[in-house]
C-alpha cells in the first residue's frame, strides 16, 4: 500500500481520512499547513499527497502544489477541497489543460467518499504501464 501524506488545517478531516487509509493498509502522515507538509516531505517523501487548498491562507494549498511540483515533479498530488463553492460552476479541473497553473494529478471537491479517495489513490500510485 502507498505512503499518503494527508495535508488539511481541519484535524477532524483529517482524523476521518486517517482512519480510513490504515483500516485500508495505507501508512498515513499528516501535516496542518503548508510549512508542516514540508517538514513532514523532509522526513519522508510520501507517494502522494492528498493536499486541501484553504489552510492558514486561502491559496495555500494551490501555492504548495505548485511549489511540490517543481521540487517532486512526479510526486501525484490530489486535491481536496470545497474551493469549487466560490467559483464559477462553469470551471472544470482538466488534468491536461489546467497541468501548467495547477499542477495536480486529480482534483476532488470535498465531500470526498472514502471509496472514492481510496480509488483516487490507487489510481495515482499504479505504475505506469509499459511501453512497447
Known sequence: MAHVLL???DADIIEI??????????EV?????????WEAMDTALP?????DV???EFD????LAHDVAIKYPTLPILMLTAVH?????AWQFDKDKDQGWLPVYRFLEKPVSPEH??????????PAPATP
Open 29 to 37: 502522515a499528516a501535516a496542518y499547513s503548508a510549512q508542516q507538509a
Open 7 to 9: 495535508v488539511d488545517d
Open 117 to 126: 479517495l481510496l480509488a483516487a489513490i490507487k489510481e495515482a500510485t499504479a
Open 60 to 63: 495555500a494549498g494551490f501555492r
Open 47 to 51: 507517494e502522494v499527497l492528498v493536499l
Open 85 to 89: 463553492d466560490y467559483m464559477s460552476d
Open 54 to 56: 484553504m489552510m492558514e
Open 17 to 26: 481520512y486517517r482512519t480510513v487509509l490504515e483500516q485500508h493498509g495505507h
